[in-house]
């Protein structure tokens, strides 16, 4: 089956920085783009950021840029996604996507890894 496991959140200090992980399986990890979503309590999901099938080319939400990394690793099957300088705003649940490369039509999802940025 289809599987998008995340790790790595938690609770974090104002400033700090977490590492989500994201490992796949079920499917032909290097054939999708891939990206990270949150959400945040009563409010909207959000496209965090997103890196291509090769990991040429990345996107960023405006709110992370300069302080998220987004990466994959295709021999593991993860991707990854670096949070420094974390704010009380980051705080949402995170959550992993794949999207096929070479059509919108497969699209899988994490149940999700919490973080919360607190002091």
């Known amino acids: 089956q289809v599987q998008l496991v995340e790790s790595g959140g938690g609770l974090v200090q104002p400033g700090g920085s977490l590492r989500l992980s994201c490992a796949a399986s079920g499917f032909t990890f290097s054939a999708y783009a891939m990206s990270w979503y949150r959400q945040a309590p009563g409010k909207e999901r959000e496209l965090v950021a997103a890196?291509?099938?090769?990991?040429?080319?990345?996107n960023y939400a405006d709110s992370v840029k300069g302080r998220f990394t987004i990466s994959r690793d295709n021999a593991k099957d993860t991707v990854y996604l670096q949070m420094n300088s974390l704010k009380p705003e980051d705080t949402a649940v995170y959550f992993c996507n794949a999207r096929y490369s070479a059509s919108d039509y497969w699209n899988y999802w994490g149940q999700g890894t919490q973080v919360t940025v607190s002091s």
């Open positions: 890196i291509s099938s090769a990991g040429g080319s990345t």
